[in-house]
């Protein structure tokens, strides 16, 4: 397996960059905002968590989830140049929408608790009518979702929980998700059958340093791990929100990354 893309800050963005999404289902982005940044940002998080930096046994749970994060360090590190370029170049430009929030944050501590969240899946983005709270579904053209992003608060290396990544499950999703048609389904019931469409992928982990930004396919499957390592693992998953629907009947010349790689899929599939 070929190692991921990585793409420091001060490199020009070009082809590669899409082609190894179409291929990965993700690219990192080094250095995509500021460490100074990002260490604000971890201050503010560790004021929510309650917990004191400086005291192991304070950290009482494996996993705290804290929800969106507005103050002005977060907004600074969902809108640097390189993030605005990459998301132009996957999404397409006009086709997504800025963020100046940042959610949710899976909070991961060292414990010997195993948390209850470690399933392979793919993250579900809109609430149909009717359905239960929590019960967040997913669609072929990926409603109200043009991105999943994974943005570093703290050094994340092999011990420290990183979230584990199957190289090119993209492409194993969009089968799944096509007989559900525009309805969709929720990602409870998708896991179990994404988990086995991709079970044959090679697996990556999200490691880098605080300010580093993974730009993920919306169907790439994923999923978390216990943390037997030392140091808290501090992270947001966000969506890059759409500012019009997606679909793959645009013309070939028009379509996006994200849409190319769906068809690509669908093709795979057949």
Excluded at 50 to 65: E, I, L, N, Q, R
Excluded at 184 to 189: D, M, N, P, R, T
Excluded at 231 to 249: K, N, T, V, Y
Aim: hydrophobic content about 40%; overall charge negative.
């Amino acid at each position: 397996m070929r190692p991921p893309l990585r793409v420091p800050q001060d490199d020009p963005m070009d082809d590669e960059l899409v082609e190894r999404f179409l291929d990965d289902g993700f690219v990192r982005i080094e250095g995509a905002f500021p460490p100074r940044v990002a260490q604000h940002c971890a201050s503010l998080l560790w004021r929510e968590t309650g917990y004191d930096p400086a005291d192991p046994a304070s950290w009482k749970d494996p996993v705290v989830w804290v929800a969106g994060m507005a103050q002005g360090p977060f907004a600074a590190a969902a809108n640097t140049p390189v993030l605005h370029e990459a998301f132009d170049l996957l999404v397409g430009e006009d086709r997504w929408q800025s963020r100046y929030s940042l959610g949710s944050f899976p909070l991961r501590f060292p414990h010997a608790e195993e948390p209850d969240d470690a399933g392979w899946h793919i993250e579900g983005s809109y609430l149909p009518e009717g359905a239960p709270p929590g019960r967040y579904h997913t669609n072929l053209r990926s409603r109200d979702r043009a991105l999943l992003m994974l943005f570093l608060f703290s050094e994340v290396t092999e011990t420290d929980a990183p979230t584990r990544i199957r190289v090119g499950s993209h492409l194993d999703v969009p089968p799944v998700l096509e007989p559900y048609g525009e309805a969709g389904a929720s990602f409870l019931e998708l896991g179990p059958k994404v988990d086995e469409a991709s079970a044959h992928r090679p697996v990556a982990l999200a490691t880098g340093s605080p300010g580093d930004v993974y730009l993920c396919h919306p169907f790439l499957v994923h999923a978390a791990q216990p943390h037997h390592g030392t140091r808290p693992r501090f992270m947001a998953q966000p969506p890059l929100l759409p500012a019009e629907p997606s679909g793959s009947d645009r013309p070939d010349g028009d379509r996006s990354a994200v849409e190319i790689a769906i068809r690509r899929g669908l093709a795979m599939g057949n």
